[in-house]
């Protein structure tokens, strides 16, 4: 993920946490042409700021950073290890930065990805987003499962080097208004990395007023944790539990709350289509949650289990505004 155009703002932050300084090569994927390269020195214990916007002030071989979709790989040439992420905002009229997401750097591409969370309509604006670091392109094949157990099916070439992006609500009438999780699959074993945006309310970046964003996760699994959650509060808290059972077979899903005031733990199961994207809301599946703060455990039961894959979004007003701050995070997998 990334953006220049508009009012948006990207910046790459990286640490370097050693006690010698980082050569770091900083490679700029864009939709079409060949990558910018750029080489910049990170201090010894020190933090570093790529305000991406800028970079083609004062270096004119960068000037097309300045309005632009955008991958990046940001690697150590030297051989100290660093730790990058991206923060990206959106102005708004009166509101600098007044929306906006951030996530860590994905440390390995890989030729499958999956994405839990997802919605579309009049709200919600959903884009994946894919970078190629390749220089072969890669032939990808998205499904798109719905609540409804029905699968659509989409492919995609990816240049070498380059960066995608799938504006999910435009890509089928079925698509247009529906929760959806997403596997990503690269047909010609080129191996790429995904990521997942959401923006609101809808319909364009004019109205937006919010955002969030997770990587996707490389593999599925049986056994997921969450560590946060909230329902109502002073910021009239929302919890949701996206579940996608990517197996051709239906499953049994358990989630248990771990409530964090020492009330004993409540689970429930729930019955999953194959192929299906499944949404707990605790304030309605678990109503003992509200005003409370809590984790969750969530299991596909059986003794060949549903594979699955977890995230948890996270919603909160501010100043009278519906909605105005939304984050997401995808579960740690125990198993």
């Known amino acids: 993920e990334g953006a220049t155009i508009g009012t948006f703002n990207l910046f790459y932050l990286i640490q370097n946490p050693n006690a ?31 305000w991406v916007n800028s970079e083609g002030r004062t270096k ?16 150590s040439t030297n051989g100290v290890p660093i730790i990058a992420e991206r923060a990206m905002y959106l102005d708004q009229p009166g509101k600098p930065l007044g929306a906006g ?12 990805w999956f994405l839990a969370e997802g919605a579309t309509g009049n709200y919600f604006d959903l884009f994946i987003l894919v970078a190629n670091p390749q220089a072969d392109a890669a032939d990808i094949q998205a499904d798109f499962l719905l609540e409804t157990g029905q699968v659509i099916t989409k492919t995609y070439r990816v240049a070498g080097n380059s960066r995608f992006n799938i504006w999910v609500d435009r890509e089928d009438a079925a698509l247009a208004d529906a929760a959806v999780s997403t596997r990503i699959t690269s047909l010609n074993d080129v191996p790429i990395i995904v990521e997942r945006s959401m923006w609101w309310p809808g319909p364009t970046s004019n109205t937006w007023q ?4 997770s990587p996707g996760e490389t593999s599925t699994g049986t056994r997921w944790a969450l560590a946060e959650g909230e329902v109502g509060g002073p910021r009239k808290a929302e919890t949701y539990v996206l579940i996608a059972n990517t197996s051709p077979f239906a499953g049994v899903i358990r989630a248990t ?3 964090e005031d020492g009330t004993a733990p409540l689970s429930r199961d729930f019955d999953v289509a194959a192929n299906t994207r499944f949404n707990i809301a605790p304030s309605a599946h678990f109503p003992e949650t509200r005003g409370k703060q809590f984790g969750m455990i969530v299991e596909s039961l059986g ?3 549903a594979q699955i894959v977890v995230e948890r979004a996270m919603y909160s007003d501010a100043a009278g505004v519906k909605w105005a701050a939304g984050t997401n995070a995808l579960a740690t997998k125990l198993q």
Do not use: C
């Not at 990558?35 to 214990?45: H, I, K």
């Not at 632009?68 to 690697?75: F, H, M, P, R, T």
């Open 20 to 50: 010698q300084p980082a050569q770091v090569k900083v490679t700029y994927l864009l939709p079409t042409g060949a990558p910018l390269v750029e080489y910049y020195t990170v201090n010894a214990e020190s933090r570093f700021n790529i």
């Open 210 to 213: 919010e955002a969030h964003n």
């Open 60 to 75: 004119p071989a960068l000037a097309t950073l300045a309005k632009a979709e955008l991958s990046a790989i940001v690697e």
């Open 303 to 305: 003794g060949a289990p």
């Open 257 to 259: 709350v771990l409530f």
């Open 101 to 112: 997401h951030e996530s860590a750097g994905v440390t390995a591409p890989s030729t499958q």
